[in-house]
């Protein structure tokens, strides 16, 4: 996902930092670029003049133009307002407060994920946050939609209404809240019907279940592969429910990301979760600093650190947040990070995540190498000296020589893993400057 908007993004942006000195046309000329790289993505023609107006505003400032990185200052403000077109600074929780059981009720259409994500939802209330939950599925429609409902609540482990044949929606959403009150449960979640399109029986349905239940929460469930579909259906469904969030699914795929930059402006809602895969954990929560890091090329630090601090030993995680707050990443820190790679399941899920990564891949990915990719890499940095690893700088041609024939490979597959490290190196500069690292202490502290 954003794979094409970032790379055009990145691309407009390396020339603006690339000069010393910047004018307003230049600016100018750059934001129609991003415009335009906005529009191919996806995003809804609204938004993304609004935003390229505020950016203008903001970015032609003298204070800007006259400072000494003025294309760095571009950047930074194109990474705030994105970050504030994604709904802001904050992850947006579940409202839980409300006494139990607290209803959230899921709609969106068929297809959407909306079964899945109910499922993954109760999981991590259950798992995560200790809470009982109950899940009943309103879809009377589709064959079989219950009875899915029903193996999802086995696989997680989380209690589902028992279906009675041939009852409507609003009884069977009245029978799960006196279920829920009898069980005690925390969170009762409604899997409501959803269509093939967006249909007058399928609003209706929908306001008289959210009347008898009084949802403290309702989901929309869009599938951010629909692009600009996506944003006219939840156009329709805000205009006629009360929704509090969305949950933007298949997030793993290919999507332009047009959806997901959309959503927020078009619903005034913000994304809650965002589904990353078909298994029952593949749901996160939806951090709009971290997505808008990942759009404009400059990895997801925090998110990386998360991921490695949940799979290696606390201590070298927070070992490695320490030297990443101090700008220092040598060879040795290279090394550990690609051997949580390894750990984390190998490049592919990685590439994006991490500063450079996402050019280092498509690098690897072109000259035919693959996650074997990181065993070699490994052991180039297992032939360098310790000095070498300390400071790569060191490695002269002569040097390099020697650690390819001492690790079995080649002087370029040396350079290609210098470049890495170098450009890892400049993103997390890149990052530090902007006080991208900022939630980084607190989540070690
Ligand atoms: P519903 O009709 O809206 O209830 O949709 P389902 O929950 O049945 O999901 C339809 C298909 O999409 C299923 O095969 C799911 O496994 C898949 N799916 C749901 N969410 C995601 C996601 O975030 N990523 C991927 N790759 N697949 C998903």
């Known amino acids: 996902m954003f794979d094409t908007l970032s790379d055009r993004l990145t691309g407009v942006f390396d020339r603006l930092r690339g000069r010393g000195a910047l004018n307003e046309q230049d600016v100018r000329e750059a934001m129609r670029e991003v415009r335009v790289a906005l529009l191919e993505a996806d995003v809804a023609l609204p938004v993304a003049r609004s935003f390229i107006d505020k950016v203008t505003e903001k970015a032609v400032g003298q204070q800007v133009l006259k400072s000494v990185t003025p ?5 930074k403000i194109v990474n705030d307002e994105l970050v504030a077109m994604l709904g802001g600074d904050e992850v947006a929780p579940l409202d ?3 006494r139990p059981p607290v209803v959230v009720m899921m709609v969106g259409l068929q297809g959407s994920g909306k079964t899945t994500s109910t499922a993954k939802i109760a999981r991590l209330l259950k798992e995560k946050q200790g809470k009982k939950p109950l899940m009943a599925s309103l879809d009377v429609n589709r064959p079989a939609a219950q009875e899915q409902l029903k193996v999802l609540g086995e696989q997680t482990g989380v209690a589902t209404l028992p279906i009675i044949v041939g009852q409507q929606p609003v009884d069977i959403a009245r029978r799960a809240i006196e279920a829920a009150k009898l069980q ?3 969170v009762l979640l409604l899997d409501t019907a959803g269509r093939l399109h967006v249909d007058e029986a399928l609003m209706a349905e929908m306001k008289a279940v959210a009347s008898v239940t009084t949802p403290t929460e309702v989901l929309l469930v869009v599938d951010s592969l629909t692009g600009q579909d996506a944003v006219n ?3 329709s469904f805000s205009d006629e ?3 509090t969030g ?3 699914t298949r997030m793993d795929g290919d999507a332009r990301g047009g959806a997901a930059l959309s959503m927020r402006a078009v619903t005034g809602k913000p994304i809650k979760f965002a589904g990353t895969g078909e298994k029952l954990d593949a749901i996160e929560a939806f951090h709009p600093g971290r997505v808008a890091s990942r759009i404009l090329g400059m990895g997801d630090i925090v998110g990386l650190v998360e991921k490695a601090a949940a799979a290696v030993e606390k201590e070298e995680a927070d070992r490695l947040a320490e030297r990443m707050l101090k700008g220092k990443f040598d060879m040795n820190d290279l090394r550990s990070q690609l051997r949580q790679m390894q750990q984390m399941g190998g490049l592919g899920m990685l590439a994006g995540l991490m500063p450079g990564m996402k050019k280092a891949k498509q690098a690897m990915a072109s000259s035919g190498m693959d996650d074997k990719v990181l065993v070699h ?5 297992g032939s360098m000296t310790p000095r070498e690893r300390e400071n790569p700088d060191l490695l002269n041609a002569k040097r390099k020589k020697r650690v390819a024939a001492g690790s079995g ?3 370029q597959e040396v350079n290609k893993l210098l470049k890495m490290h170098q450009e890892m190196g400049r993103a997390m500069k890149q990052i530090r400057k902007m006080g991208g690292l900022k939630g980084l202490g607190a989540l070690f502290g």
């Open 409 to 411: 490979t080649s002087v």
């Open 246 to 248: 969305v949950v933007l």
């Open 184 to 186: 005690a449960v925390d």
């Open 71 to 75: 294309g760095q200052q571009v950047v």
């Open 233 to 235: 259906v939840a156009q």
């Open 241 to 243: 429910v009360p929704l």
């Open 377 to 381: 890499l490994d052991a180039i940095i």
């Open 96 to 98: 839980l407060d409300a």
